[in-house]
């Protein structure tokens, strides 16, 4: 590599052949080097069972060439042919309204052995034909793994209670790791376990619920594994990758990579408008994790991303927001799409061509994205992003979250948190995994990490112990991995280290409620002089040696501790409670932290700019985007080398609204 | 006919027989000469399989007659009595949930043979046994054809592959027609093809969905077809016609005006209050394309309508709505209903009798409208409403409309069209179908016709290119009959006609959350100083030739055209962007063209009286109903005797709130 | 008995035995005296099927006995065995998605002869083995009965079959009682009959849907009676209870009672806040409801109450509420829970022993709790509570309402309408049933008693024309018991002794909509000056003979009678319309009453404390518990004696914020 790979999707079985061309001509025109095709075709490929034709594919991918436009190849599960639901139905699974039936796409039933035998076959068969192309440079397995994260079926019930026998061995240990003692729900054999669809009343045990999301994830990543292997018989040393919908909100990642080489994700962050910028930094969160899954390789795939904006935007967010993508390793941006399907439940996404066959507005930003990514991104490919501050992800207390929805308490606050300290840092961060080394960072966020193994809390502990700065909520440290409480009042295992424990709780619902018409602000007041919303439960703490670094505004609980900080060894813990429901309430503890412990920018950027970093060759690069529709000017701290322009920085500097600086530190 | 009917519902089923002769001595003694019988009364004529008795509803219908009222007539198809359902579930279909229980009405399955036999069966006897009963005047079918707009069975998913293979002819046909080569939902047979149920993800297919309403709509045309032929052999020159809940919101009733004699419906539209009056409006509506349906004869059925008034209203609006009805072209309004059943699930519905038995508070006015119809409405029976002014309302392109819900975004933009161009106008409006002429009008509206055939296409074309005044909106012209896009820009076909184009878009709600706070209203400013507030998407618009009528008033949009103009040949079009939320919008739009193309009103009414025509041997009569329950006082700028009060009208007129001027043109 | 019982729940069957003993220990402690157990315990006393062992459970008993633990004991058929369902999937039912799958709770079909039977068997087992333990002193039946209040499955539908022959004999008695000749829903058989689930349109009949509650309640009540046959072959003279969600929300609890000891709820009432008492009046109305139940036995079992504060509440609140517990009558009250368990899905409610094993925050106002009330209940216990207001409940007619929901219309009316004569009254209520005597109060209310028999209707008639004050709404005695309307026009039965009749009705919020922007208040306005909202209908009345007691503020409402009064006989009647939104509106109501009735209250208390009174061996006991956080001071009107503090009162007394006056009258 060290070309930077920009293109859209395209699916050439929806146009007449001699479409084609015109197509691929047109890409080429903006400055495209790749399109990735193919990964909704199983009808086009295998239209009748056992009849493959590829030839069409082959020949696309051949035309797209020509035009100097690498291809990305898909895998076809996402999908199921007609004739396939037809004579085999349990080929698709079913949800809490029953079986599905045929129609749209997902929904295949990844226990159902003959789903898999088909899926086996077809990708066989296509790895064959297309495996060896040199026009293909990497390939996408199936489509946005996940949703609807349920699969209620049979098969799935069957494979459900296999895999709970294989975990568990023995079906007591289940029932004391579900603690089914409650309510008389103890099994006496794996059998009489049930898929979670509809309880009479009390819900389902959170165990129940954990495992199966865990088992869902089994076989998501079961049917990607099997993928894998096939093709790397076929395609050499190309790479493979998958389009993660979110790389948190899906199955597990981190599995997946133990067989794929690089992550992927659809980037569909809303593109900044007005002076409007903070949805960026979730963007950012989404790389960051991404760059981490690709293991050391600094890099990763946005497989979609919107080329457009609308009609309530200046030009350049489509070029600023893939410059973010760029900043924190991207080496592809694949936007989504070429040009709308004329039927089909997709119609009205934003595409690169009218339906007209006419660019679309954005072309320009687009052709010159292209042209300046030729020319400097490969200053920067293979780059490493270095830093000092790492939030810490894990899935399966996503999962534990009862409702596992996009933007759930769990998720919500990683985003929150993780964006709060980059805009407060203006520096590089890491979204690490628990099993992951703290001890190179000087800051660690965990927040509701709710259970973690005895090696990471002794390794998070020394890391605190050794200077560094860890933060935490109250309900880190406080379950076993099934999900069960831990005989400790919060934050459980870590209230030593906290300094702080939570005597009692309210929700700030009622408080909301309770305080109405009294005058007071529900919000959380920071020492300096910030305010930001509390989420979920505020807490009544009991300080033991921690010292507030914020306090409530409301109630009872006004001028008590909401935010505190303990000195423990040679380092802090920040303790939040219990969660908040915006980026600026980290913002501020990220403004104190900073303050306090003197953690400098990596440029001295104003507000609503996003600055990174990229270092190769003993070479450090800063990208640093406008993520504002209005310039800002600032005199850099640092000596620059502005590589857009090719000229040193000298004096004040002036970024234009959603406009970027590449620059090199001299 | 020539007399106008009014009357009410009544169910003597209910009630014991003694009950009834006092019922209709009361009826006679408001003077009502109609009564509504017999459409829910299945289990009354056939309590058990084959044992028919109609006696009873024979004693009923002459003891009305003999009261001087005459029967309208039920069909019975919309219940199922609970023997039938017993002995073959197969009668009742299902929706989303599963196949219905046995409980309430409706829900039949009529793609079911045996519904449809037993169908015939009652319908056949009913007909047989009261078909020429002279105190019978006509017939409805059935009740209230539509909802729940889905029969989710085995035999409806059987009969719709039938459907589709005769209209399709070969499955390739239908998959180019639905666009199925996206997500590999290539069919390969028929039988492949499912009901749009539960998918796992991505929806339903737009053209699976359309033709799926299609066929709800051909099998209960089918189902009424076959009655009216049953009832054809047996009631002589009785007219036949159905109550349409709307006749927008149902099957296709263009389709049943093949068999029908007249349109009917159910006019439930709210009662005015205090001085808001602009609900009225839709009942015009609604009026208006029912008097098209009855295809020339100028006149329909009222079948329901409320006859009380809430504790919050004025004496009079009862007999305001009901000549508003007449002032359409109604010759019958049937109130619904007599007396509340004492059980069951319609209770509480407003009754003309208290459940004591005696008269509600509406009776006066009940009073005084038959007897002044009686004096005068033959006057106007048979009349003809003239109008230089047409919407044009497509079932099909309502249905296209994801949702096809009472008052979707199709059916919402045609009632604020339709009523917003009658009330800026003071005028006549006709409702007309694609297929139907446009030359003789000056003013065309066809907003959200996104599919229409080449004829029509070219028939709006040359109405304009002659002269005409056409308003559309951008999504007009954009679609084939598949609802598959066509590959232009919107507004397709119409973007030469309009002289402007759609480049970009945003949604209302998008642009109100990006513009909170700015100070910016949400508007449209139209360039007689009114404003209004647009509906789904706002469009920037790129102007060819057209110029602007109306502008934004928001964010990056302020000051651009969201309302155009462009002289095409003689005539003009008017664009709006891209739908409106109120019928205030088309008023505005319509003040402009009025005073811009001098529209002149029918006769200078102030605001809230709503003014219609008819012409009958030669004379033409003005109908205005003040809506709001202030007076309203003007001088007429045309010369009128007032057929009411028998005098010519000299100098100002006053219309008290809720009365109304029926007045003959001098 | 003579001592109260203090406690909480405990489940043994969850933790280690070796916990058991620190946890009984630390029971006594804090001065409990009872510990409820075993009401979940199926699977712990036959983990397979037939394996019966009662063991572990003697042992807990006899622990807890050790530390002067008495055990109320549990039946354990709120669950279900995995083993149970997995042999005989018919032993849980099903709602309207379908059967249920096994997990949570409840939910067990109650027309399963294969349910019933090994119901039988485990509850005759674990009565032999525990029934004559001497720690023993009482037995709850299952759990809450009630919830989800619908058992869809075959054998329902069967027994509900039966149940409705035996009731009504014939089908033609069941068509007319449903009033089934509307909509051809006329049955030959009961056979045809189907449980109410998914209907086509148009909705279940209300004498469908009551019949249905009715039968529900039938098979509850059926289970509960036969494990209470059981029990009293082994168990002596302890007494048998079971803890209602809600006396009011539930099965007929009356219905009960015919072979109960004593009645229980679980009192999940708000605990106060701030100033803010009300919630406090809705335990009041089910302590006296369940005290009503009681049977004149005069006291009652609280089964489950929060033993915790949230963090923006004071210290008391939690003795608060107990001693209003004890005011009304309660004997028992068992908080909910002991400690939290580890896992399951009810983690997280308020516990008294926080997770790592210490005493949560609120254990020293449990501890003075105990100690006060093992000083001072003795006192009180077995005293009656004399009152002369009563309000009338009716469980028919509270499930005659659509929804049949926690808070619907019937109970918010009757919650408020309770809670605000208390509150303006300052005396004791009763909560009586239609069948009871009305002849020994001064004021009886009976809102929303649509239906009555007629001898209920006589005693009231009677009650008033005797001088009694009766307050009723419009929609009393407007049907009859199958919940079809009477042929009158509202209050019905009532309209002569009301001296008012209603002419038509709006909703509030149709005229909330009307009157917006008009600057009208929607709301009444009593003679007092007092303001409250009303909702549902709002009614224009006619007035015979009353006068009125309070207008609305709206529209063409305004200025008319809203709520009036009449003089019949030596009594009055009170009618409000149609229903109110508030508890204020009662108290206006009762304030004035109180005024002009001269009603006296039992101690003259400032606002925010909640009186009652007890009466034993000729003493009579004032309670007066503060409710608010804010302490009150003012001087009894009346000689009293302190007996918390053992002295006599002289001038002014203080009660603090969420403090308790124990006091006789001298």
Same mark, same amino acid.
């Given at each position: 590599?060290g070309?930077?790979?920009i293109?859209?999707?395209?699916?050439?079985?929806?146009?007449?052949?001699? %479409?084609?061309e015109?197509d691929?001509?047109?890409?080429?025109?903006?400055?495209?080097?790749v399109?990735?095709m193919?990964?909704?075709?199983w009808?086009w490929?295998e239209?009748?069972?056992?009849?493959y034709?590829f030839?069409?594919?082959i020949?696309?991918?051949?035309l797209?060439g020509?035009?100097?436009?690498?291809?990305i190849?898909?895998?076809?599960?996402a999908?199921?042919p007609?004739?396939?639901?037809?004579?085999?139905? $349990?080929?698709?699974?079913g949800?809490?309204?029953?079986?599905?039936?045929?129609g749209?796409?997902?929904?295949n039933?990844?226990s159902s052995?003959?789903?898999? $035998?088909?899926?086996?076959?077809?990708?066989?068969? %296509?790895a064959?034909?297309?495996?060896?192309?040199?026009n293909?440079?990497?390939?996408?397995?199936?489509?946005?793994?996940?949703?609807p994260?349920v699969?209620?079926?049979?098969?799935?019930?069957?494979?459900?209670?296999?895999?709970?026998?294989?975990?568990?061995?023995?079906?007591?240990?289940l029932?004391?790791?579900?603690?089914?003692?409650?309510?008389?729900?103890?099994?006496?054999?794996?059998?009489?376990?049930m898929?979670?669809?509809?309880a009479a009343?009390?819900?389902w045990?959170?165990?129940?619920?954990l495992?199966?999301r865990?088992?869902? /994830?089994?076989i998501?990543?079961?049917?990607?594994r099997?993928?894998t292997e096939?093709?790397?018989k076929?395609?050499?040393?190309?790479?493979?990758? !998958?389009?993660?919908p979110?790389?948190?909100?899906?199955?597990?990642?981190?599995d997946a990579?133990?067989?794929?080489d690089?992550a992927?994700?659809?980037n569909?962050?809303?593109?900044?408008?007005?002076?409007?910028?903070r949805?960026?930094f979730?963007?950012?969160?989404?790389?960051?994790?991404?760059?981490?899954?690709?293991?050391?390789?600094?890099?990763?795939?946005?497989?979609?991303q919107? +080329?457009?904006?609308?009609?309530? %935007?200046?030009?350049?967010?489509?070029r600023? %927001?893939?410059?973010?993508?760029? +900043?924190?390793?991207?080496?592809? !941006?694949?936007?989504?799409?070429?040009? /709308?399907p004329?039927?089909?439940?997709?119609?009205?996404?934003?595409?690169?061509? $009218?339906?007209?066959?006419?660019?679309?507005?954005?072309?320009?930003?687009l +052709?010159?994205?292209a042209r300046?990514?030729?020319?400097?991104?490969?200053?920067?490919?293979?780059?490493? =992003?270095?830093?000092?501050i790492?939030?810490?992800?894990s899935?399966?207390?996503?999962w534990? =979250?009862?409702?596992w929805?996009?933007?759930?308490?769990?998720?919500q606050?990683?985003?929150?948190?993780?964006?709060?300290l980059?805009?407060?840092?203006?520096?590089?961060?890491?979204?690490?995994?628990? !099993?992951d080394?703290?001890?190179?960072?000087?800051?660690?966020?965990?927040?509701?990490?709710?259970?973690?193994?005895?090696?990471?809390?002794?390794?998070?502990?020394?890391?605190?112990?050794?200077?560094?700065?860890?933060?935490?909520?109250?309900?880190?440290? =406080?379950?076993d991995?099934?999900?069960?409480?831990?005989?400790?009042?919060?934050p459980?295992?870590?209230?030593?280290?906290?300094?702080?424990?939570?005597?009692? !709780?309210? /929700?700030?619902?009622?408080?909301?409620k #309770? #305080?109405?018409g009294?005058?007071?602000?529900?919000?959380?007041?920071?020492?300096?002089?910030?305010?930001?919303?509390?989420?979920?439960?505020?807490?009544?703490?009991?300080?033991?040696?921690?010292?507030?670094?914020?306090?409530?505004?409301?109630? @009872?609980?006004?001028?008590?501790?909401a935010?505190?900080?303990?000195r423990?060894?040679?380092?802090?813990?920040?303790m939040?409670?219990?969660t *908040?429901?915006s980026?600026?309430?980290?913002?501020?503890?990220g403004?104190?932290?900073?303050?306090?412990?003197?953690?400098r920018?990596?440029?001295n950027?104003?507000?609503?700019?996003?600055?990174?970093?990229?270092? @190769?060759?003993?070479?450090?690069?800063?990208? *640093?985007?406008?993520a504002k529709?209005?310039?800002?000017?600032f005199t850099?701290?640092?000596?620059?080398?502005?590589?857009?322009?090719g000229?040193?920085?000298?004096g004040e500097? =002036?970024?234009e609204?959603?406009?970027?600086?590449?620059?090199?530190?001299?």
């Amino acid at each position: 590599m060290g070309e930077f790979y920009i293109g859209s999707s395209y699916y050439p079985e929806w146009w007449p052949e001699e %479409q084609w061309e015109k197509d691929f001509a047109k890409m080429a025109e903006l400055g495209f080097n790749v399109v990735r095709m193919g990964e909704f075709a199983w009808s086009w490929y295998e239209p009748r069972e056992g009849e493959y034709n590829f030839e069409p594919m082959i020949r696309a991918v051949n035309l797209a060439g020509k035009y100097g436009i690498k291809t990305i190849m898909g895998t076809t599960t996402a999908v199921c042919p007609p004739w396939l639901y037809k004579k085999y139905p $349990e080929v698709k699974g079913g949800n809490e309204r029953g079986d599905y039936d045929f129609g749209g796409r997902k929904g295949n039933c990844l226990s159902s052995e003959i789903f898999l $035998e088909y899926a086996r076959k077809i990708t066989e068969e %296509q790895a064959r034909a297309l495996g060896g192309n040199p026009n293909i440079i990497g390939w996408q397995l199936d489509n946005e793994p996940g949703f609807p994260f349920v699969c209620y079926d049979d098969r799935c019930e069957k494979g459900f209670r296999e895999w709970l026998r294989a975990k568990y061995g023995t079906i007591d240990a289940l029932n004391r790791a579900w603690f089914t003692m409650m309510w008389s729900n103890v099994y006496n054999d794996f059998d009489e376990i049930m898929l979670p669809v509809n309880a009479a009343e009390g819900g389902w045990f959170p165990g129940l619920r954990l495992d199966y999301r865990r088992y869902f /994830s089994f076989i998501f990543n079961r049917l990607l594994r099997m993928e894998t292997e096939i093709l790397r018989k076929y395609i050499g040393d190309r790479f493979i990758f !998958t389009n993660y919908p979110g790389v948190n909100w899906s199955v597990s990642c981190q599995d997946a990579m133990e067989f794929l080489d690089y992550a992927g994700w659809d980037n569909y962050v809303p593109t900044p408008y007005n002076d409007y910028y903070r949805y960026q930094f979730h963007s950012c969160m989404e790389h960051d994790l991404a760059r981490r899954l690709s293991k050391g390789k600094g890099k990763f795939v946005v497989a979609e991303q919107t +080329a457009v904006a609308s009609a309530n %935007q200046l030009p350049g967010v489509v070029r600023a %927001q893939t410059w973010i993508d760029v +900043a924190q390793g991207a080496f592809a !941006t694949v936007f989504f799409e070429w040009r /709308s399907p004329l039927g089909g439940p997709e119609q009205g996404y934003g595409t690169i061509v $009218e339906l007209n066959g006419e660019f679309a507005e954005t072309w320009p930003e687009l +052709a010159r994205l292209a042209r300046e990514l030729k020319e400097h991104y490969h200053k920067i490919d293979g780059a490493q =992003t270095v830093s000092e501050i790492a939030t810490v992800y894990s899935y399966e207390n996503s999962w534990a =979250t009862p409702g596992w929805v996009v933007d759930g308490a769990y998720d919500q606050d990683f985003f929150n948190i993780h964006g709060g300290l980059k805009n407060a840092f203006r520096q590089n961060l890491d979204a690490i995994f628990p !099993t992951d080394d703290f001890s190179k960072y000087r800051v660690v966020a965990a927040p509701n990490l709710k259970f973690l193994s005895e090696d990471t809390f002794n390794r998070l502990e020394k890391f605190v112990a050794d200077g560094g700065i860890l933060i935490i909520n109250a309900e880190c440290g =406080t379950r076993d991995e099934f999900n069960n409480l831990l005989p400790m009042i919060r934050p459980g295992l870590f209230a030593k280290m906290a300094g702080a424990e939570v005597v009692s !709780t309210i /929700s700030v619902a009622d408080m909301a409620k #309770q #305080q109405a018409g009294s005058g007071d602000e529900i919000a959380v007041l920071f020492a300096n002089g910030e305010k930001a919303r509390p989420a979920g439960m505020m807490c009544k703490l009991r300080l033991t040696t921690a010292e507030p670094i914020a306090v409530y505004t409301c109630g @009872k609980l006004k001028d008590m501790p909401a935010v505190t900080i303990n000195r423990y060894g040679k380092g802090h813990v920040v303790m939040f409670c219990s969660t *908040a429901d915006s980026q600026e309430y980290f913002e501020a503890i990220g403004h104190i932290l900073r303050d306090r412990f003197d953690i400098r920018p990596l440029l001295n950027v104003p507000d609503g700019v996003i600055v990174s970093s990229r270092v @190769k060759d003993g070479k450090e690069y800063i990208l *640093a985007v406008n993520a504002k529709e209005s310039a800002v000017t600032f005199t850099p701290d640092i000596p620059l080398y502005d590589e857009l322009n090719g000229r040193e920085i000298t004096g004040e500097v =002036t970024i234009e609204g959603y406009d970027v600086l590449f620059a090199r530190k001299l």
